[in-house]
Every structure is written in structure tokens, then in C-alpha cells.
């Protein structure tokens, strides 16, 4: 089965450091998600892209965390300087979006990774 | 207030019960998707729903548009039902705005 694959499964650094956080999504899927998940906040969208352009960040504190994509296969999400209230369980997902209509399947149309689980000491 | 509501927020059930978990809404939505995270984290997408009801083997999602209201329904419940159930509203094309879930636990 075709998965989204997220690299570190964890993660753990201290205050200050750089994070990268890697995705690589469903292969022919033209669009990408970035989530985040707190205990506190539940899940958030963060930032996604379609066809490798930023199309809504505004989730997403811009003065120390970015996203790109530069190429098809892979995705990036930064965070410098890291602190620890950014702890917390990172997730990418991929899907298909055609003419603004959601493609594939009616029961999953975003495909989830396994999450980079981050903790800021 | 939260712009998506879940409910209830906690659920413990016996194997082979009718579960149904709501989920309320306050914004403009293209389409209602119901997720579902096990204990070790992964997140499964469950359904996307626009209108009506789909049914996908033990699990059945209903909208209704004009009450901002769905439910996710589990017929003849089972352990490894048990999870997280998230729902989630999309706002046009793709941003999706996320309940806090609902924590099911199924005993045997």
C-alpha cells in the first residue's frame, strides 16, 4: 500500500536548535498537508501546498517556522529557533485535488504519515 | 467557542453496542470528514461527506447541512474499535478545521 513516510519518527533537542522535520508523500498526490497535535490544541493545519506551492500558511508562526517543498517528492517543515511549547506530534498528509475537487477515495482522501512526535527541552 | 464540537468527549461501551458520536458545527463547510487515531497515533480519514449518509462496512456518517450537524455511528462494536474519533470540517477547497475528538473504549 502506498503510504506518506515521515522522518524522525521523534525527535528530541534542545531549546534553540533547528528542527527539520521530513515528508515524503503518496507519489502522484499534488497536494500536501502540514498538522500539528496538542494535548492542549488538538489538531491544527499548520500550512499545505498544492502542486509544490504554498497555497495557506497562516496557521503557522512565521517568525521560526517554514515550510517548503522542494521537489515533488518531499516536504520540510523548520523550526528555528525551537522552544518548547512547539512539543508536540507533527503529521503530513497527501491527497489529490483536481479542479478544486478532492480525488480518491471517498473513505480517505488524505492520507496520513505516523507523525514526527518533537520534544523541546 | 470552538467552530467544531464534538460529543461526547469520552465513551466506554461494551463489545457489540450501537455507538454513535456527534459532531456540531458553526462555519461554512464544502464537505465533513470523520477521522479516526489509534492509541500508537496514526490518523486514518474515515469518510468525506457532503450531504446525505455513506456507509463504509461497520461505520455509517450522516449530514445534515441545514442543522451543521453529523454523526458517526458504529454498528455491533467491537475492541479494536476503540480510538479517537476526530471530526473535521473542510473550508473550501482543502483547510480543514478539526473537533476535539471523541476518546471511544470498547470492553470486551
Known amino acids: 500500500d502506498a503510504r506518506v513516510t515521515q522522518t524522525p519518527r521523534h525527535k528530541v533537542t534542545e531549546m534553540g536548535q533547528e528542527v527539520t522535520m521530513r515528508c515524503q508523500p503518496i507519489l502522484g498526490h499534488n497536494t500536501v498537508f502540514w498538522y500539528r497535535q496538542t494535548m492542549m490544541q488538538g489538531l491544527e493545519l499548520l500550512a499545505y501546498?498544492?502542486?509544490?506551492?504554498?497555497?495557506?500558511d497562516s496557521g503557522m508562526p512565521k517568525d521560526r517556522f517554514s515550510a517548503e517543498m522542494p521537489d515533488a517528492t518531499l516536504a520540510t517543515l523548520k523550526i528555528q529557533p525551537s522552544e518548547p511549547r512547539d512539543s508536540a506530534v507533527y503529521f503530513c498528509?497527501?491527497?489529490?485535488?483536481?479542479?478544486?475537487?478532492?480525488?480518491?477515495?471517498?473513505?480517505?482522501?488524505?492520507?496520513f504519515g505516523d507523525g514526527t512526535r518533537l520534544s523541546i527541552l | 467557542k470552538n467552530e467544531v464540537e464534538q460529543s461526547p468527549q469520552n465513551l466506554t461501551a461494551q463489545e457489540g453496542e450501537f455507538i454513535t458520536i456527534n459532531c456540531s458545527y458553526s462555519v461554512g463547510i464544502s464537505a465533513l470528514h470523520w477521522l479516526q487515531q489509534h492509541p500508537g497515533g496514526g490518523i486514518v480519514s474515515l469518510f468525506m461527506?457532503?450531504?446525505g449518509k455513506k456507509k463504509h462496512g461497520r461505520l455509517i456518517a450522516t449530514i445534515n447541512i441545514q442543522e451543521k450537524h453529523s454523526s458517526l455511528h458504529i454498528t455491533a462494536s467491537h475492541p479494536r474499535d476503540s480510538a479517537v474519533y476526530i471530526c473535521?470540517?473542510?473550508?473550501?477547497?482543502?483547510?480543514?478545521?478539526f473537533g476535539q475528538g471523541t476518546r471511544l473504549t470498547i470492553n470486551p
Open positions: 498528509a497527501s491527497g489529490l485535488l483536481y479542479r478544486d475537487r478532492v480525488l480518491a477515495s471517498p473513505y480517505q482522501p488524505q492520507h
Open positions: 501546498f498544492r502542486n509544490r506551492a504554498p497555497l495557506d
Open positions: 473535521a470540517v473542510l473550508q473550501g477547497a482543502q483547510k480543514l478545521v
Open positions: 461527506l457532503s450531504s
